[in-house]
Nanobody, 135 residues
Framework: DVQLQASGGGLVQTGGSLRLSCAASGFTFDGYAIGWFRQAPGKEREGISCISMAYGQTYYADSVKGRFTISSDNAKNTVYLQMNSLKPEDTAVYHC????????????????????????????WGLGTLVTVSS
C-alpha cells in the first residue's frame, strides 16, 4: 500500500530554517509528481512546491520562491523541502502528496494561484507536520 509521512516541523524564529522530509513506502517516486502543500487555520490550502520525479523539474509558488528548495534522494525514496528565511506567514500544517504522472503540468498547476480546478487532486496524501514561525 502507498504511504507518505511528512516530518521535520517545529518552532522557529523569524529568519530561521527548517528541513522537512517526505518519506514514501509501498511505492517508489519514479513516475510520480511529489508536492508540498500547506494550510493555516482559516486559510485555503496552497501548493508551495512540487518536483516531477521523471525529469527532476522543480516548481515553486511565488510566496516561497527563492527561500524554499525541494530536492529528492531516490535511494531513500524521500523528498525534502529546505525552508530558509522563514516568516510568520509560513506558519501552517505542511503535507506532502504524490500523484502518478510523467507530465510536468501536474506540478505546474499544483503551485499555481489561484489553484485551477483539480490542481490539488493528488492521489496520495501523508499526515501533516506543523511549522510554527514566531514573530
Amino acid at each position: 500500500d502507498v504511504q507518505l509521512q511528512a516530518s521535520g516541523g517545529g518552532l522557529v524564529q523569524t529568519g530561521g530554517s527548517l528541513r522537512l522530509s517526505c518519506a514514501a513506502s509501498g511505492f517508489t517516486f519514479d513516475g510520480y509528481a511529489i508536492g508540498w502543500f500547506r494550510q493555516a487555520p482559516g486559510k485555503e490550502r496552497e501548493g508551495i512546491s512540487c518536483i516531477s520525479m521523471a525529469y527532476g523539474q522543480t516548481y515553486y509558488a511565488d510566496s516561497v520562491k527563492g527561500r524554499f528548495t525541494i530536492s529528492s534522494d531516490n535511494a531513500k525514496n524521500t523528498v525534502y523541502l529546505q525552508m530558509n528565511s522563514l516568516k510568520p506567514e509560513d506558519t501552517a500544517v505542511y503535507h506532502c502528496a504524490a500523484d502518478k504522472t510523467l507530465s510536468p503540468y501536474r506540478c505546474m498547476v499544483a503551485v499555481a494561484r489561484p489553484a485551477p480546478e483539480g490542481a490539488h487532486d493528488f492521489g496520495s496524501w501523508g499526515l501533516g507536520t506543523l511549522v510554527t514561525v514566531s514573530s
